[in-house]
C-alpha cells in the first residue's frame, strides 16, 4: 500500500508534470520547424492551440489512474453522477463513458462489443456499454491500464441504462454500487424528487466513506463545490464565445475539449484549462479567426457525436463552409453549473443533477433548442438519430419537425451510432448531408 | 378505413382473450368508471382498483405496426414501444379517457413525453408512475410513498373522487387474493390439465378485466387443478418480458414441453406473495407490496437476487431448461442475459435465448430452435 502510495504521488507530482513540459516542448519545437513551410490547404481554421494543454491534462489523468488502485480509493463513475462527493474523499474518479469515447475514436470498439456479445451482451444495446464491458473482459485499454474500481456510481439521469450497466459491473468487480435515481422531471422537479435525490446523496456519502475508509471534510466538499460550478461557468463561457460570427471554433472542436469538464469537473486542473481555452477562444474573435475558414452557414447539433466519424463530418460540412456551431450535447455541461450554490451543497446538487437535458420533457428539450437556435443564430440543424442511445433519440423524428415548422430552419436526421461504425454507413451518411448542405445554397 | 380495436390482436384474441372495446364500454356505461390505458409493466393496479378506474394494458397490440404513426420512432426502438405509439396516436385506444405511463424504461419514459407533449392522444389525461429504481432502501421507501400520493391526487382529479382509505385497504385485499390463486396456478402447473396457451390465455385476461371478475375466473379454473401431477412432457423455465406470440405455448407443447415456472415480466414478476398489511396507513402498505414483488430487471433489482429468484423458481417446478424469450432492443432484460447465461452454465443447465419483435406468428427458424432446445433437454434428463 505505502509502495503503490509513493509510486501514485511519484506520478502525480514528478513524472505527469515532467510528461506534460515535455510534451509542450516537442510541440514548440514542431511549430519553429513548420515555420516557413507552406501552410497545408485546409477548411478549418488554424488550429486551437490548447489542444496540446487539454491532452496533456487527460494523459496526466489516465496516467495517474494507472497507480491509483491500491493507493487511493477508486470509483468508477456515470458522467452524470455528483462527482464532488467523491473527489472530496480523495477518490481517483474514471469515467467509463468517457473512456469508451476515446476507444470509439480509435474505432476499437468492434473488437471489444465482440468479446462483451461472445458473453452473451446483445449488439441492441448501447455502445458505450459493450465498450467498457467488453474492454474490462479483454483487460485491454488504449490508456495502458484502467485502475480496478472500489466503488461504482451511477446516477440516472442520462439514462436508466448506466443503472443496468452498472449493475453488471458490480456483479463482475464484486464492489458496492451507489445510485442517486432521479426522476424525470415534467415542467419543474417536484419536492419529494429532490428530497429523494437529497436522500440517496446522504446514503451515497455514507457507502462512500465506509469505503474510502474517511469522513468526509466538509470544508474541502465546499472547495470542490465551488471549483465545479466555476468549471462549469467556464466551460459555459468557452461555448458562448460561438456566438460570434466566425465561431471562433468548431462544435466537433467542442465535443473533445469537453472531456475536464467531464471527467475532470471539481479539480483546479480543469478550471486552469479552461481559462486557458477561454482566452484563447476570445483572442480568435478578436482576430476574426473562424473554426472554419469561411463559415456561411451555421448549425446546431442535437445527440452525442459520432465518435469514429468526427473528422470525416466535420471536414465535408467545413469544406462547405458549414460549422456546427452549438450542440445540445456539450451545452449540458454548461447548464447544470447554474444551478450549484456551495451554500446548500446537497439541495442545489438535488436540483441540478436532476435538472438535466436527458431527465427532461421533450416540451423543454424543444424549448432549449430554439433557445440555443436562436442565441447561436443557426441556419439549420443535423439530428444524429444514436442507435445506442434510445433516451436522447425518441422524440428526435417529432423535434426535427418541430425545428422545421416552427423556426423555419431546415433539418436533417442522421442515422448512426456513436460508437459502432458497424451501425452506420459513412457513404450513405455523406450522401444525405450532401443533399442536406445542397438545400442551403 | 375501420379503426384497429384493442379485442383485435392476432393471436391474443385466440387464446380466448376478451373483447377490451367491449369490456371498456361496459365498464364506463354500465359500471360508471373511469379507464386508463396503462403501458407496460408495473404500476400501483390496487390505486386504481380502489379509486373506481379500469385499467387496460396496451402490450403493443402484437403484429405489425396499427398506423403510419409508427414513422415517430426509430426502428432501433422496441417493438412493444414502437407499436404502442403506433397503436396510441393512430386513434386505437380512442375509448379511454387517459393514458397512465410507468417509467418501466427509457423507451417508455420516453413515450410518456412523446405522445402527450408532441400529439397523438389529444384530449386524454397523462398520468406518470415514476417508479424509483434499484434495491429498497429508506430513501426509495419514503419517494415510493410520496410518489403513490401524487399519483393518487392525479387519479382524484381525473375521477372527481377522494380516494378512500377503507377502498384502498379492500382492494390491496382483492389483488393479494388474486395474486395468490395466480400463484397457486403457477406453482400447481403440473397439476392443471389444460395447456399452457390455455392457463396463460386466463392468465393475460387480467390485462383488462375488472379485478373481481378476474379473480372468480381465475378461482374456477384453480378449482380444476388435479391432487398430483398430469404434466408428463419436459418442464421449462420461462423468461422474459412478455409471451408474445402467445404461439410459442403451441410450438413448446408439440415439442414436448411445458413451462413448469414461469418469470415473464408479464406475469409471474407481478405476482406479490407476501400479504399487505391492512392494519396501517394503506399507501404504506400498497408501497410494500409494490416492494415485495420478485426481483426484475426493470426495477434495476439486485442481479444476484433475480438469479436467486431463478433459482428458486427453477427448483420448484423441477425445470430442466431454461427459455429466455425477450424483445430486441430490450435494454433492461439484454443486460441480465450474461449473468443469467454464465450463472445456469456454473449449475449446468441448458439455457435457449430467444429475441422476439413481437411478431404475430414465430419464424420458422425460431421453432426449429424451440424444437431442437427442447429435443436436447429431453435427451439430457433421459426423456425422449
Ligand atoms: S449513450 Fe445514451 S444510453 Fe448510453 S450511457 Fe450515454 S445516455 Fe445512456
Ligand atoms: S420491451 Fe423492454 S425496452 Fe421495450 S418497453 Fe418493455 S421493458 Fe421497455
Not at chain 1, 473562424?290 to 452525442?304: A, C, P, T, Y
Not at chain 2, 373483447?19 to 407496460?40: H, M
Not at chain 2, 387517459?98 to 413515450?111: N, V
Request: proline content about 6%.
Amino acid at each position: 500500500m505505502i509502495t503503490r502510495r509513493a509510486q501514485y504521488e511519484a506520478v502525480r507530482r514528478v513524472v505527469g508534470p515532467f510528461l506534460a513540459e515535455l510534451q509542450a516542448w516537442q510541440r514548440r519545437y514542431k511549430r519553429l520547424r513548420r515555420r516557413g513551410g507552406k501552410p497545408k490547404e485546409s477548411p478549418f481554421g488554424p488550429p486551437l492551440e490548447s489542444v496540446g494543454p487539454l491532452k496533456d491534462l487527460m494523459t496526466r489523468h489516465y496516467l495517474e489512474g494507472r497507480y491509483a488502485d491500491g493507493a487511493v480509493p477508486v470509483a468508477w463513475v456515470t458522467s452524470g453522477f455528483p462527482v464532488e462527493l467523491l473527489r472530496a474523499l480523495g477518490y481517483h474518479t474514471l469515467y467509463p463513458e468517457n473512456h469508451a469515447a476515446l476507444c470509439g475514436v480509435q474505432r476499437l470498439t468492434p473488437e471489444y462489443s465482440d468479446r462483451a456479445e461472445r458473453d452473451g451482451y446483445s449488439r441492441c444495446l448501447c455502445s458505450y456499454a459493450r465498450t467498457d464491458i467488453g474492454g474490462v473482459l479483454l483487460d485491454k485499454t488504449p490508456a495502458g491500464r484502467l485502475p480496478r474500481p472500489d466503488l461504482l456510481a451511477c446516477c440516472t439521469n442520462i439514462c436508466q441504462t448506466v443503472l443496468y450497466w452498472y449493475r453488471c459491473l458490480a456483479d463482475h468487480f464484486k464492489v458496492p454500487l451507489v445510485l442517486i435515481d432521479t426522476p424525470f422531471v415534467y415542467g419543474e422537479a417536484q419536492e419529494h424528487d429532490l428530497t429523494y435525490v437529497r436522500d440517496q446523496l446522504a446514503e451515497a456519502l455514507t457507502t462512500a466513506e465506509r469505503v474510502a475508509g474517511r469522513s468526509l471534510d466538509w470544508d474541502q466538499l465546499a472547495r470542490v463545490v465551488r471549483l465545479a460550478q466555476e468549471g462549469s461557468v467556464l466551460w459555459g463561457e468557452c461555448l458562448a464565445e460561438s456566438r460570434q460570427r466566425p465561431a471562433p471554433w468548431t462544435g466537433f472542436d467542442g465535443f473533445f475539449h469537453i472531456a475536464p469538464i467531464v471527467a475532470l469537473r471539481g479539480t483546479e486542473g480543469c478550471n486552469a484549462y479552461y481559462r486557458h481555452l477561454l482566452d484563447e477562444l476570445r483572442d480568435r474573435v478578436k482576430k476574426g479567426i473562424g473554426g472554419v475558414r469561411s463559415e456561411r452557414f451555421r448549425l446546431m447539433w442535437d445527440n452525442l457525436p459520432i465518435w469514429f466519424n468526427v473528422r470525416e463530418l466535420s471536414t465535408q460540412l467545413a469544406e462547405q463552409g458549414f460549422n456546427i456551431v452549438v450542440t445540445t450535447y456539450t451545452n449540458a455541461w454548461a447548464e447544470a453549473g447554474r444551478r450549484i450554490d456551495p451554500d446548500d451543497i446537497f439541495g442545489s446538487a438535488a436540483s441540478a443533477y436532476t435538472n438535466i437535458i436527458l431527465n427532461e420533457d421533450l416540451d423543454r428539450r424543444l424549448a432549449l433548442m430554439k433557445r440555443l437556435a436562436a442565441e447561436y443564430q443557426v441556419d439549420g440543424a443535423l439530428l444524429h438519430s444514436d442507435r445506442s442511445c434510445k433516451p436522447y433519440s425518441i422524440g428526435q423524428v417529432d423535434l426535427k419537425d418541430r425545428l422545421g415548422a416552427e423556426l423555419g430552419i431546415k433539418a436533417l436526421l442522421l442515422e448512426a451510432d456513436h460508437n459502432d461504425p458497424r451501425a452506420y454507413s459513412s457513404e450513405q451518411g455523406a450522401t444525405r448531408l450532401q443533399a442536406f448542405m445542397e438545400g442551403f445554397q | 378505413m375501420s379503426r384497429p380495436r384493442l379485442g383485435a390482436t392476432g393471436n391474443m384474441s385466440k387464446q380466448n382473450l376478451p373483447d377490451r372495446n367491449q369490456v371498456i364500454r361496459e365498464q364506463k356505461e354500465g359500471r360508471g368508471r373511469k379507464v386508463l390505458g396503462v403501458l407496460p409493466i408495473h404500476y400501483p393496479k390496487e390505486l386504481l382498483t380502489a379509486m373506481d378506474v379500469l385499467a387496460v394494458e396496451i402490450w403493443g397490440p402484437p403484429g405489425a405496426p396499427r398506423s403510419a404513426q409508427v414513422g415517430r420512432l426509430q426502428s432501433y426502438v422496441c417493438a412493444v414501444a414502437r407499436n404502442a405509439l403506433a397503436f396510441v396516436a393512430g386513434g386505437g385506444a380512442d375509448l379511454v379517457d387517459g393514458f397512465l405511463y410507468p417509467h418501466t424504461c427509457d423507451s417508455i419514459q420516453g413515450l410518456a413525453t412523446q405522445i402527450p407533449d408532441f400529439g397523438g392522444a389529444a384530449g386524454k389525461a397523462a398520468l406518470r408512475y415514476r417508479s424509483p429504481k434499484g434495491k429498497a432502501r429508506p430513501s426509495l421507501r419514503r419517494y415510493l410513498r410520496e410518489e403513490l400520493a401524487r399519483l393518487a391526487r392525479e387519479i382524484e382529479a381525473l375521477t372527481g373522487r377522494a380516494l378512500d382509505p377503507e377502498r384502498l385497504r379492500w382492494s390491496l385485499g382483492l389483488h393479494h387474493r388474486i395474486d395468490s390463486v395466480r400463484a397457486e396456478l403457477l406453482d400447481g402447473r403440473a397439476r392443471f390439465g389444460g395447456s399452457d396457451a390455455e392457463l396463460y390465455g386466463i392468465l393475460r385476461r387480467g390485462e383488462c378485466l375488472w379485478p373481481e371478475d378476474h379473480l372468480s375466473e381465475l378461482e374456477r379454473v384453480a378449482e380444476r387443478l388435479e391432487p398430483g401431477p398430469v404434466q408428463k412432457g419436459t418442464p421449462l423455465l420461462v423468461s422474459g418480458i412478455v409471451p408474445e406470440p402467445m404461439e410459442i405455448f403451441d410450438r413448446l407443447a408439440d415439442a414436448g414441453a411445458y413451462v413448469a415456472g414461469d418469470d415473464y415480466a408479464a406475469i409471474g414478476r407481478r405476482v406479490v406473495r407476501e400479504a399487505p398489511d391492512l392494519e396501517g396507513d394503506p399507501l404504506d402498505a400498497l408501497a410494500a407490496r409494490m416492494l415485495a414483488a420478485p426481483p426484475c430487471s426493470t426495477r434495476s433489482s439486485d442481479l444476484g437476487e433475480r438469479l436467486a429468484h431463478l433459482d428458486w423458481l427453477r427448483e420448484r417446478g423441477g425445470c430442466a431448461g431454461v427459455v429466455l424469450h425477450t424483445v430486441k432492443f430490450c435494454e433492461p432484460e439484454l443486460f441480465d442475459v450474461s449473468g443469467i447465461r454464465s450463472h445456469l452454465a456454473s449449475r449446468g443447465l441448458p439455457l435457449l435465448v430467444v429475441e422476439g419483435e413481437l411478431e404475430s406468428e414465430l419464424s420458422g427458424q425460431v421453432v426449429t430452435r424451440l424444437e431442437a432446445f427442447v429435443e436436447m433437454v429431453a435427451a439430457a434428463r433421459g426423456n425422449p
